[in-house]
């Protein structure tokens, strides 16, 4: 993969990244290289994402002098070990990661803006707005990912109209499931949400940016979703025994026609020899069922020495179009870059995911999120399986609102 970008032809940057490599400037963080051997960008990647950063990062390397070694780390790791790190002087100074950790980034001091100028206007609006706080962009986005509905053609002709109709065309299929989504027994809110989103329920309610307002807590308007929940589960429709490897192992059994998830489960399907529609979400509630939606990137260390260099090797390289791309086919997550969404777009799948996409709603970076997940899916899982839904979601009210004001 060769990087083709006019702007990283550009003398002015390079040259003065290329200048500081020369001065023998040190990197930021506990697994850079020492000073002598000149400036060296330490990056923390997933395994996934490695092989393409690779490559990247030789054409950096080949055109400003900086080297960049990547450091690969488990992905579920990179958030708490970032941000313990951070603060002492140690860790990347670049790191993948995701855009709803940010909220706690910029709140425990670990990230720092990155300038991103007129090539912000070259990205999705909700991969800009999601890698965004408080009106600075923190992130470089490379992917933007949300759940729809996986439809078996050879079993639904159709996309359903809503929730009942979903219910009715799975019953007539015949198969086992009438439609499947993963729940557990601790509950997931995150592929819950479309529905509840179709009540009427935000989590919180939204300034007129279209940020996250924190003090307006609004999932206590959730009582009639709540209630529909408790439905669901007394009709055996909801099920805390289905997990997400269940599911995924029923849908390409051909034991449902449909399936709630997102990209990661269409090649599965294929490979299974199912014929594979992507639909939007039915609605249960009356309202547009909106999705979550996630967006990847990667972020600059607040201690990183190299900040200049970080940000070009951001900018210019992975905010290419060919890394883009290479990134989207190594993974199969839509590409934040337009030039490179729009061109995965000519596979009907990728440009269905995206269309559900852009009715959704960017998952909440806040930090007060934190105090919203560690009830809210047990909440569910205690409604699916019996409890009282009024009730139960009383308490999760009071309770988020009690723990973000401690």
């Known amino acids: 993969m060769r990087v083709t970008n006019s702007s990283i032809l550009k003398a002015g940057a390079l040259a003065t990244v290329a200048a500081l490599a020369l001065a023998g400037c040190s990197a930021g963080g506990n697994d850079s290289a ?46 708490e070990d970032f941000t313990a790190q951070v603060p002492s002087g140690k860790g990347p100074d670049i790191t993948i990661g995701a855009h709803d950790w940010l909220g706690g980034f910029v709140t425990n001091g670990v990230v ?39 439809r078996n053609t050879a079993l639904a002709a159709e996309a359903p109209t809503d929730y009942n109709d979903m219910v009715a065309d799975g019953t007539a299929a015949g198969t086992e499931f009438p ?87 269409v090649g599965p399907a294929q490979e299974a020899g199912i014929d594979v529609a992507v639909d939007p979400i039915p609605s249960a509630g009356g309202e547009v069922a909106q999705p979550f939606v996630g967006v990847q990137g990667f972020f600059v260390s607040a201690k990183s020495k190299n900040t200049l260099a970080a940000n070009e090797f951001l900018t210019n390289f992975i905010g290419t179009e060919d890394v883009q791309t290479a990134l989207f086919e190594k993974g199969q997550r839509p590409p934040a870059l337009t030039a490179s969404f729009e061109k995965a777009a000519s596979d009907p799948i990728v ?56």
């Open 351 to 406: 440009a269905a995911f995206g269309e559900v996409g852009a009715t959704g709603a960017p998952q909440p970076s806040i930090p007060q999120m934190g105090k919203v997940w560690q009830f809210w899916g047990v909440t569910e899982a205690a409604i699916i399986d019996g409890g009282d839904p009024a009730a139960l979601w009383t308490k999760m009210t009071a309770d988020i609102q009690a723990a973000i004001a401690e």
């Open 112 to 150: 720092q803006p990155i300038e991103l100028g007129d090539k912000a206007s070259e990205f999705e609006d909700v991969a800009i707005q999601a890698m965004s706080y408080e009106g600075k962009t923190y992130g470089l986005p490379y992917a933007i990912e949300n759940i729809a509905l996986l």
């Open 34 to 79: 020492d000073s002598e051997s000149g400036t060296t960008l330490t990056v923390w990647v997933d395994a996934d994402r490695a092989p393409v950063l690779k490559e990247a990062a030789a054409d950096f390397t080949e055109e400003s002098g900086v080297k960049v070694k990547l450091v690969q780390k488990d992905f579920g790791k990179i958030q």
């Open 179 to 265: 439609f499947l989504i993963q729940v557990t027994a601790e509950g997931d809110p995150y592929h819950m949400y479309p529905f509840q989103s179709s009540f009427g329920a935000p989590v919180f309610g939204t300034n007129e940016d279209g940020s996250y307002n924190p003090e307006d807590l609004q999932i206590g308007e959730g009582t009639g979703f709540a209630a529909w929940l408790a439905e669901q589960g007394a009709a055996g429709l909801l099920s805390t025994s289905i997990t997400g490897d269940i599911a995924k192992e029923k849908f390409n059994a051909g034991a449902s026609p449909f399936f709630i998830t997102g990209p990661w489960n």
